[in-house]
Nanobody, 116 residues
Framework: QVQLVESGGGLVQPGGSLRLSCSAS????????MVWYRQSPGKQRELVAD???????NYADSVKVRATVPRDNAKNTVYLQMDSLKPEDTAVYYC??????????WGKGTLVTVSS
């Protein structure tokens, strides 16, 4: 069983920045892809960014020029750095780990509120 713990959420002013962390533990096997999703009130969960174990990254169009998703494989940790935050970035941000053997695990999420 893999446990994922997100941290770094909170209240951020518009135009500000955030850095979320997601640490994975309990895995005997490698994690293929670590993914950030988010879900805003009344909306479906959407993919924000992901990073494969070989370092390939992918971003949603809505964050592409504002986000990076670095990963530290030695620590089984992925980060989400976002700048120029907008009120529409307000959401619960979830971490997901796609394992080499096909299973997928989720964290409990961390709330980011962008407001003045």
């Amino acid at each position: 069983q893999v446990q994922l713990v997100e941290s770094g959420g909170g209240l951020v002013q518009p135009g500000g920045s955030l850095r979320l962390s997601c640490s994975a533990s309990g895995s005997r096997f490698s994690i293929n892809t670590m993914v950030w999703y988010r879900q805003s009130p009344g909306k479906q969960r959407e993919l924000v960014a992901d990073n494969t174990k070989v370092g390939t990254t992918n971003y949603a169009d809505s964050v592409k020029v504002r986000a990076t998703v670095p990963r530290d494989n030695a620590k089984n940790t992925v980060y989400l750095q976002m700048d120029s935050l907008k009120p529409e970035d307000t959401a619960v941000y979830y971490c997901n780990a796609l394992m080499a053997y096909g299973m997928s695990y989720w964290g409990k999420g961390t709330l980011v509120t962008v407001s003045s």
